[in-house]
Every structure is written in structure tokens, then in C-alpha cells.
């Protein structure tokens, strides 16, 4: 990952998957129940999501969590 910390290859990865699923921020938002900033701010490594918001995107994107972190296996 070089420089880059894991909240914001976190966050890239999140970004990435949601782009190729065709979903918009505030629908991806309003699907996993947390506000369009909060992602906005999850997805720019700004923010520190708990678990259960972790579970419930990886949910919404038909993904593993450890798929969130970038782990293809």
C-alpha cells in the first residue's frame, strides 16, 4: 500500500466498488442506512466505520468485508 494508510485504501477501495456497481453516493447512502456525508467521508479515509457500518456496506455491494480491504482471496 507504500504511503497510502489503510483508512484511505479503505475508502478508495469502497469508492471503486460502488462506482462499478453503477450506485450514486446518496442512493449507496440511503441503501446501508448512513448519510451521504458520512460515506463521503468513510470513502476519503476521513472517517473510522465501526464494524456493523463495515458488514452492511460490503453487504450492499454483494462483497465480503475483507473484499473492502482490498483482499482478493
Known amino acids: ?23 450514486s453516493k446518496t442512493t449507496f447512502a440511503l441503501m446501508i442506512g448512513v448519510s451521504r456525508l458520512y460515506l463521503g467521508n468513510i470513502e476519503s479515509g476521513a472517517a473510522n466505520p465501526t464494524v456493523d457500518v463495515l458488514e452492511r456496506i460490503a453487504d450492499g455491494l454483494g462483497t465480503s468485508v475483507s473484499a473492502l480491504f482490498g483482499d482478493e482471496s
Open 1 to 23: 500500500m507504500g504511503n497510502i494508510t489503510l483508512k484511505a485504501q479503505l475508502g478508495a477501495n469502497i469508492a471503486e466498488l460502488r462506482t462499478r456497481a453503477g450506485l
